[in-house]
């Protein structure tokens, strides 16, 4: 691996950090520019897609790790509630279908978010005057099964969670911190479950009758692994650092303006990619 390599996955790293937790996704991003760096059909591309968010979700533990630590299990139960159904649909789902990463679909499913992120926008404003700074548990349950549109890129899984939460009248800036904490769990199952399935085999077993679990087998040289951790590492790194910096800004951006900034982007970005697209068909 050169190091013009090294700098791509570095470039995705600062891109992940950047958007993870704006509404514009972060994984379609990454996915678009994959592609145009000729880097997305590679193994080692998909892995990293997934795994480089661990350190943004790291950046989250760190900003808020007062806030994070010293709740009342109230918090903690709402989490998790919001975790369940995105875990299980994961579980179900196995993989994500190859197709969902090609570069147009992407593109029109960011361009779609943004239309969605503009109507959602503007029907808070206008039938909402008391925002409200409490999710109940139903609430999280709602936000945890719109999360799961996330699994297709490009939709992204903070647009979801926000838009739900804003949906159900709950303030924006509460609405983003809670997005924020939902991440943790998502994104460090995901992750672990990316690691696990590219790098070993795993025997399933059928139970009662053939109880066999986790007969691990390791596919990967000890060269090309390396390699490969090295990178993720890297990328991890960059993305925390980059994490940190974009929550700062972004929370310092929400506490005086809207999601419509986002919305436009979002639709530009999505429009600018078909067209690239159709002129690379001709």
């Given at each position: 691996m050169n190091y013009t390599q090294y700098i791509q996955y570095i470039l995705l790293g600062i891109i992940e950090g950047i958007t993870e937790f704006f509404p514009i996704s972060s994984t379609g991003h990454m996915i678009l520019i994959a592609s145009m760096?000729?880097?997305?059909?590679?193994?080692?591309?998909?892995?990293?897609?997934?795994?480089?968010?661990?350190?943004?979700?790291?950046?989250?533990?760190?900003?808020?790790?007062?806030k994070l630590f010293f709740q009342s299990w109230d918090f903690y139960i709402k989490i998790l509630i919001a975790s369940f159904p995105i875990g299980i649909f994961g579980f179900l789902l196995k993989n994500i279908p190859n197709f969902l990463y090609n570069p147009l679909i992407v593109a029109i499913s960011i361009f779609i978010g943004g239309i969605v992120l503009l109507l959602v926008e503007n029907y808070y404003v206008k039938n909402f005057f008391y925002k409200s700074n409490c999710i109940t548990y139903f609430q999280s349950f709602i936000i945890g099964i719109s999360q799961c549109l996330a699994i297709i890129p490009g939709i992204s899984r903070s647009a979801t969670t926000i838009t739900t939460c804003m949906l159900q009248n709950i303030h924006r800036i509460h609405a983003m911190e809670f997005s924020f904490f939902l991440s943790i769990p998502v994104i460090i199952m995901a992750t672990c479950k990316k690691l696990f399935d590219y790098y070993f085999k795993l025997t399933y077993f059928n139970f009662p009758f053939n109880f066999r679990l986790f007969l691990i087998y390791p596919i990967k040289s000890r060269e090309l692994f390396l390699q490969e951790i090295g990178l993720l590492i890297i990328g991890n790194i960059v993305a925390f650092i980059t994490g940190i910096i974009s929550i700062k800004y972004f929370m310092f951006f929400l506490k005086k303006n809207n999601f419509k900034l986002f919305g436009y982007y979002r639709m530009i970005l999505g429009l600018f990619f078909i067209f690239l697209h159709y002129i690379k068909k001709r």
């Open positions: 760096m000729g880097i997305l059909e590679k193994k080692i591309t998909n892995l990293f897609l997934i795994s480089v968010q661990m350190g943004a979700v790291f950046s989250v533990v760190f900003f808020y790790r007062k």
